[in-house]
């Protein structure tokens, strides 16, 4: 199975609040519906089911603050902008991209199995 970044965390995360919104998310290994009819790598070709079991018992499992599950639920669950988070947690909107940010990540290093490097320091030191 192939590893999970932030750009198909934050594709999945919708579905860890609402079951239907699976209905709307294209696997990303599948053709254009568009395109001709050709073969199907039968390996990958159920990985979108997996990812969002792994989505939901992520969500579940990784070690995210609070203030960091508040950001994303508001985000993903309810649809909410920066802004408007912003006021409701009363702090910046560079602080909600930031807890986003770091939510996103960690909990794409948590599906992967690894630890989250928050910095490039951090990433220094662990080298």
Known sequence: ?????????EHLMP????GEA???IRNPTAPDPDMPKG??????????FAHLADIR??????????????????HFAL???DRRIA?????????????LERGVGKLAAHLNGTDYIDSYDE????A
């Open 39 to 48: 073969t199907v790598d039968k390996k990958s070709a159920g990985v979108l």
């Open 15 to 18: 579905a860890v609040w609402d």
């Open 87 to 99: 006021a409701r947690e009363a702090v910046t909107d560079r602080a909600v991209r930031y807890r």
């Open 123 to 126: 990433m220094e030191a662990a």
């Open 79 to 81: 649809d909410w902008d």
């Open 22 to 24: 699976a209905y709307g």
């Open 57 to 74: 018992r992520g969500w579940a499992t990784a070690p995210l603050s609070l203030v960091e599950k508040r950001a994303l639920f508001m």
């Open 1 to 9: 199975m192939s590893g999970y970044d932030r750009r198909l965390v």
